[in-house]
């Protein structure tokens, strides 16, 4: 079911503006990774999210759970020091969004790009901008779906900052929250921002640990 709506998505971006743009990005990062090919290392992840949304007068919803699903490559600049894009498939949105206590379900295509700072004991820190691109957005009231997508920004624009940690099997985990700095409103003056709290799983390929050195992929 997963993989269907995946592709009726893709299907209706190859129409938009917005597919050239994350195909642009794309090519930038896969470019940008074929250069860095020696020290490069390839992953998937997923993980479950909680979103909501967050207004100009502090007030905030309540989180939606959802889930996160991609790839990533690692790319070291030296033993301390690595970049991290990632390209992900992201359901998120809203509950209990006042006065009418309506939910709202954004999915995003989000390209995160981090710069991480290794210690030798194969924990991480881990920060840097995110851009996603709104692919769906629907609006439940009263048990009635609507499509939202005219009510939203096609583009969100956030932080993201957290830790992770990496076994020398090549299996990690992940924690990190985003911080929308965007205003994802389109339909009116009102500033809603994105927030998400990522934890998750990876599979880093390829991976090996030199129980002779400290370093780690």
Not at 96 to 111: A, E, F, R, V
Not at 186 to 204: C, I, K, R, T
Request: aromatic share 12%; proline share 2%; charged share 15%.
């Amino acid at each position: 079911m997963i993989c269907k709506d995946l592709w009726k998505y893709f299907c209706e971006l190859t129409n938009h503006n917005i597919m050239k743009k994350i195909l642009l990005l794309s090519l930038i990062i896969i470019t940008s990774t074929l250069s860095f090919s020696q020290k490069a290392h390839f992953g998937l992840k997923g993980g479950v999210n909680f979103s909501r949304f967050t207004f100009k007068d502090n007030d905030a919803t309540d989180y939606r759970t959802g889930f996160h699903a991609g790839i990533l490559s690692h790319i070291h600049l030296n033993k301390q020091f690595a970049i991290q894009p990632e390209l992900l498939y992201s359901t998120q949105g809203a509950e209990k969004i006042s006065p009418i206590n309506s939910k709202t379900k954004l999915d995003y295509i989000n390209i995160p790009i981090l710069l991480q700072y290794m210690f030798d004991n194969g924990f991480r820190l881990q920060a840097g901008p995110q851009i996603g691109f709104l692919v769906k957005a629907e609006r439940i009231l009263l048990g009635t779906n609507a499509n939202a997508k005219d009510i939203y920004e096609s583009t969100d624009i956030g932080l993201a900052a957290g830790i992770g940690y990496l076994s020398p099997s090549g299996l990690g985990i992940d924690g990190r929250y985003v911080f929308g700095i965007s205003n994802i409103n389109d339909a009116s003056s009102a500033e809603v921002h994105n927030n998400l709290a990522q934890f998750g799983l990876f599979y880093m390929f390829h991976h090996t640990a030199n129980k002779h050195t400290k370093h780690r992929n």
